[in-house]
């Protein structure tokens, strides 16, 4: 199993003036946005380093931030009770929903960018009609009993899965009726995040610090990986879905075999919280924190063509957040 760590290349983007809780970037990473508990949207050049603008509509600290696949849309939500809907060529708002009773702790968009799912604390998940035109509710989601932190939508847009602090996670149909098919539970803690591979498998993680692999059907876990020490953030898996990636408080990034439930690499980063995780079509990984942002490219560390791991060399950025409330990057060239 491979073992790396390294703080080279960093460069300090300097904006927020309070904690950074959520940050994402766009599909072809050209853009990156940046939420904090000052109330303000950060949008960013990845490239060079600049700040396009800073954004200051929401009313609360911001929660989640989320950039729609065909990178048409950005969303954000805040503890103010609404998401706002922005298009990403100009940093202009579209509309500002409104509907959950309390703040709004994650908001994703589905891989057509027609919907938006928002979860809050209010126990509710709301589904979203999205487009240029108007942007309006489609459908409560209820059945949680305690907040709704993280949500996800499967490739071919047939089924939702939402995360709760209530331990469980929901299963919704949306075609023929949206309705709740399945309740899976397993995990001893909150569920922090929920995430579908491209072959629609399903995997969980939680603050009882493992990742769940799914047997939907049976409403069982089929594999519990077993190895984090800190609460499970968010997970990602591969484009050909083999391999899956964690990350977690305890400042590393695990890859696990998706067959076997073995982890077949360790990733040591230089943050205390990891919000965003995902592969890049390279088959590199991309992660970011929430009191910094950090990125890992290990040339060579997973080759998807060969469908194999091979040996970490020595090609490896990082990123990190320094304690004053910047953000960390680097140069991608």
Same mark, same amino acid.
């Given at each position: 199993?491979?073992?790396?760590?390294?703080?080279?290349?960093?460069?300090? $983007?300097?904006?927020? %003036?309070?904690?950074?809780?959520? /940050? &994402? @970037?766009?599909? *072809?990473?050209?853009? +990156?946005? =940046? #939420? !904090?508990?000052?109330?303000?949207?950060?949008?960013?050049?990845?490239?060079?380093?600049?700040?396009?603008?800073?954004?200051?509509?929401?009313?609360?600290?911001?929660?989640?931030?989320?950039?729609?696949?065909?990178?048409?849309?950005?969303?954000?939500?805040?503890?103010?009770?609404?998401?706002?809907?922005?298009?990403?060529?100009?940093?202009?708002?579209?509309?500002?929903?409104?509907?959950?009773?309390?703040?709004?702790?994650?908001?994703?968009?589905?891989?057509?960018?027609?919907?938006?799912?928002?979860?809050?604390?209010?126990?509710?998940?709301?589904?979203?009609?999205?487009?240029?035109?108007?942007?309006?509710?489609?459908?409560? $989601?209820?059945?949680? %009993?305690?907040?709704?932190?993280? /949500? &996800? @939508?499967?490739? *071919?847009?047939?089924? +939702?899965? =939402? #995360? !709760?602090?209530?331990?469980?996670?929901?299963?919704?149909?949306?075609?023929?009726?949206?309705?709740?098919?399945?309740?899976?539970?397993?995990?001893?803690?909150?569920?922090?995040?929920?995430?579908?591979?491209?072959?629609?498998?399903?995997?969980?993680?939680?603050?009882?610090?493992?990742?769940?692999?799914?047997?939907?059907?049976?409403?069982?876990?089929?594999?519990?990986?077993?190895?984090?020490?800190?609460?499970?953030?968010?997970?990602?898996?591969?484009?050909?879905?083999?391999?899956?990636?964690?990350?977690?408080?305890?400042?590393?990034?695990?890859?696990?075999?998706?067959?076997?439930?073995?982890?077949?690499?360790?990733?040591?980063?230089?943050?205390?919280?990891?919000?965003?995780?995902?592969?890049?079509?390279?088959?590199?990984?991309?992660?970011?924190?929430?009191?910094?942002?950090?990125?890992?490219?290990?040339?060579?560390?997973?080759?998807?063509?060969?469908?194999?791991?091979?040996?970490?060399?020595?090609?490896?950025?990082?990123?990190?957040?320094?304690?004053?409330?910047?953000?960390?990057?680097?140069?991608?060239?």
């Amino acid at each position: 199993m491979n073992t790396r760590k390294d703080n080279s290349n960093i460069k300090v $983007l300097k904006a927020h %003036t309070d904690e950074i809780n959520t /940050c &994402a @970037f766009s599909s *072809d990473l050209t853009l +990156l946005l =940046t #939420g !904090s508990d000052d109330s303000t949207v950060c949008i960013w050049n990845s490239e060079t380093g600049l700040l396009i603008q800073t954004l200051e509509r929401h009313q609360g600290p911001i929660r989640c931030c989320c950039f729609s696949l065909d990178n048409q849309y950005f969303a954000t939500s805040s503890c103010d009770r609404t998401i706002i809907i922005w298009k990403a060529s100009n940093c202009q708002p579209i509309t500002t929903l409104k509907g959950h009773h309390r703040s709004v702790e994650v908001c994703c968009f589905s891989p057509d960018s027609n919907l938006l799912c928002s979860g809050s604390w209010d126990n509710r998940a709301i589904l979203w009609k999205i487009s240029q035109k108007s942007c309006q509710l489609y459908t409560d $989601l209820v059945g949680h %009993t305690s907040c709704v932190q993280s /949500c &996800a @939508f499967s490739p *071919d847009v047939h089924y +939702l899965a =939402t #995360g !709760s602090w209530d331990r469980t996670i929901r299963v919704w149909k949306l075609y023929g009726g949206i309705r709740c098919i399945k309740v899976l539970k397993g995990h001893r803690g909150n569920v922090h995040t929920v995430v579908y591979s491209s072959q629609n498998h399903l995997a969980s993680g939680s603050w009882d610090k493992t990742i769940i692999l799914w047997d939907i059907d049976n409403e069982c876990p089929l594999r519990i990986l077993c190895g984090h020490e800190g609460w499970i953030q968010v997970c990602a898996f591969s484009p050909d879905a083999m391999f899956l990636a964690s990350a977690a408080d305890d400042e590393s990034v695990r890859v696990w075999e998706v067959s076997t439930g073995n982890c077949t690499s360790v990733l040591q980063g230089h943050v205390n919280e990891v919000h965003a995780c995902t592969f890049l079509p390279s088959g590199h990984i991309f992660t970011s924190g929430s009191v910094g942002i950090w990125f890992k490219k290990e040339s060579g560390l997973l080759n998807l063509s060969t469908e194999s791991l091979n040996t970490v060399d020595d090609d490896l950025l990082s990123m990190q957040h320094a304690p004053d409330n910047d953000v960390s990057t680097f140069n991608f060239s």
